[in-house]
């Protein structure tokens, strides 16, 4: 059971990390709308996650024989990771930011990120709950 917990925890804390690397992405994207020639970058969210948590290999690297290992470490992005955004129309400037399509992204990215982190606070509180109850009884 603790191995399931540990596990469940681990993957959340990955998601956690993932989630702020690319809200922060986004955040220069929007910061950057302005900017000649910016390119608006973004990450395939699965896949680092998969490749975070050790289900899918990255480029170069070895499969894991345990989860966890040899993995990056939390928040950690390779460039290869990190995405050029698709432009929905070309700017006078080379500018790739479109704001709607980042505006969207940043409010979804943010709803993400808190419902990740009200699942790590639920299930730490529910287990500090089990072992109070423990104790008591």
Do not use: C, W
């Not at 460039?79 to 979804?108: I, P, W």
């Not at 699942?119 to 109850?133: C, E, P, Y």
């Amino acid at each position: 059971m603790l191995n399931r917990l540990t596990d469940t925890l681990n993957f959340q804390t990955q998601a956690l990390s993932l989630r702020a690397e690319r809200q922060r992405l986004l955040a220069s994207n929007i910061a950057n709308a302005d900017t000649p020639g910016y390119q608006a970058r973004d990450i395939d969210f699965a896949r680092a996650l998969r490749e975070a948590t050790g289900d899918l290999p990255t480029a170069g690297q070895m499969a894991t024989t345990a989860r966890g290992h040899m993995s990056p470490a939390a928040g950690a992005l390779a460039d290869s990771q990190k995405q050029y955004a698709l432009q929905a129309q070309t700017n006078l400037d080379s500018n790739g930011v479109d704001m709607d399509r980042e505006r969207a992204s940043f409010a979804d990215n943010t709803v993400k990120y808190e419902a990740t982190l009200r699942f790590i606070n639920g299930a730490v509180r529910t287990t500090l709950d089990a072992m109070k109850s423990h104790n008591a009884g």
